[in-house]
């Protein structure tokens, strides 16, 4: 099989500088999101948010001659990812929004890891004992970080790990996916699956509309723009180098979250969540080395 993707040493440099930056454009949306959500009820900042996506999206599609509505968009796997899309995202915006960014981004680090186990059960992928024992010593990081016999355990910690299952079950449908359907085309679905997440959890939450102050608005605008930015970037990235060399650097998302975390919401870290985030970060990274020499 023949690929468009060079594997020189300067193409990895390059794919990784694109996944540093989508790792960075993805916190500072997260951060952005966090602090929209202080100022207007949960199911409003997923509308907006979502709606600022979709029509970004749309007008690239737009610009490229793209059409969005297409029979492949009805596929099983398509609908497969809408499911996990609305799922992932409004769980993950909750876990923004009601715990700290830290803690959250530190879970959504386990995505590759549940990612690698179910590609071996549900797509017979080979993984070996090693492999195995990499996502074994992962999860317990997870349990680590959310600590569900201690104290100082909250419900909410759940939130992230429902997110994060929920980003799985996408990236997983998302390879089943029709190879027809560009970045533009799955990215305008999945913004629209975030304005379908805000408006199913307005049930629940029930918050009347705020208005919409001007301080805001910037924020779910930068959110928006930084989302699409960050996808971007992210197929850049996966198109430009090896994969192999350009996703352990995935992790950089993992530095900017705590960082924001720590420096503009004022968040502590302790002792669990350092060892939580090294088992974590060790397991993805050894299972990428693992998978590189198979």
């Known amino acids: 099989m023949t690929t468009h993707i060079r594997t020189d040493p300067r ?5 990784s500088a694109w996944m540093i930056a989508a790792m960075a454009g993805f916190a ?7 602090s929209a959500s202080i100022a207007l009820p949960i199911w409003q900042v997923l509308v907006l948010f979502g ?39 409004l769980f993950y915006v909750l876990a923004i929004a009601l715990t700290p960014l830290s803690s959250a981004t530190v879970i959504l680090q386990a995505t590759p890891l549940v990612v690698v ?26 349990v680590i970080i959310i600590q569900p016999t201690g104290d100082s355990f909250s419900i909410l910690s759940i939130l992230a790990v429902l997110g994060m299952l929920g980003f799985a079950g996408r990236d997983l449908a998302s390879r089943a996916a029709p190879a027809s359907l560009g970045t533009e085309v799955l990215g305008f679905y999945g913004f629209l699956c975030v304005i379908v997440a805000g408006f199913v959890y307005r049930f629940w939450e029930g918050a ?24 971007a970037s992210l197929m850049k990235a996966m198109r430009t180098g090896e994969v192999s060399a350009v996703t352990p650097f995935r992790y950089s998302r ?21 060892i939580g985030s090294a088992l974590i970060v060790a397991s993805g990274l050894y299972i990428l080395w693992r998978g590189r020499r198979a």
């Open 51 to 89: 709606a600022g996506g979709t029509a970004i999206f749309a007008c690239v599609a737009g610009l490229r001659s793209t059409r969005l509505l297409q029979p492949d968009v009805l596929s099983a796997p398509m609908k497969i990812r809408v499911f996990f899309e609305i799922f992932g995202r």
């Open 117 to 142: 186990a179910c590609a071996a059960l549900f797509f017979g992928e080979t993984v070996g004992w090693r492999r195995w024992s990499a996502i074994f010593v992962g999860m317990i990081g997870v």
């Open 208 to 231: 009347p509309i705020a208005a919409l102050s001007f301080h805001t608005s910037l924020h779910l605008a930068g959110a928006a723009v930084l989302g699409t930015i960050a996808y």
């Open 28 to 34: 500072l949306e997260d951060a952005l999101l966090k």
């Open 254 to 274: 993992l530095l900017f979250g705590i960082g924001l975390g720590v420096f503009l919401f004022g968040e502590h870290l302790d002792r669990t969540m350092w």
């Open 11 to 15: 193409s990895n440099l390059i794919g």
